[in-house]
Nanobody, 115 residues
Framework: QVQLVESGGGLVQPGGSLRLSCAAS??????MGWYRQAPGKQRELVAT???????NYADSVKGRFTISSGDRKSTVYLQMNSLKSEDTAVYYC???????????WGQGTQVTVSS
């Protein structure tokens, strides 16, 4: 059974930093990443990293956010710097199972950027 445990959200001032973590268990994952959903908007990609290390970022976060994975490829991190008010959203951890290509989502963690 796949389980995802997220941590690291919170309230931060514009220009500040936060680090999100997601610990995944129960399978081997080919892709891990983060999506976000702001009020009244659709869920959108933030960043993904493959098991082989290929990384993809949304244009809106390039140069400010950094995605990485742990040594065992079962933990994914999102370092968020130079945060803006428009980064305010619920951030969801995402993983794709290596065998069967099933997708799984975390419960979401709130990130609020406000002065």
């Amino acid at each position: 059974q796949v389980q995802l445990v997220e941590s690291g959200g919170g309230l931060v001032q514009p220009g500040g930093s936060l680090r999100l973590s997601c610990a995944a268990s129960g399978s081997i994952f080919s892709i891990m990443g983060w999506y976000r959903q702001a009020p009244g908007k659709q869920r959108e990609l933030v960043a993904t990293i493959t098991r082989g290390g290929s990384i993809n970022y949304a244009d809106s976060v390039k140069g400010r956010f950094t995605i990485s994975s742990g040594d065992r490829k079962s933990t994914v991190y999102l370092q968020m710097n130079s945060l803006k008010s428009e980064d305010t959203a619920v951030y969801y951890c995402y993983v794709q199972q290596r065998y069967g290509n099933y997708d799984y989502w975390g419960q979401g963690t709130q990130v609020t950027v406000s002065s």
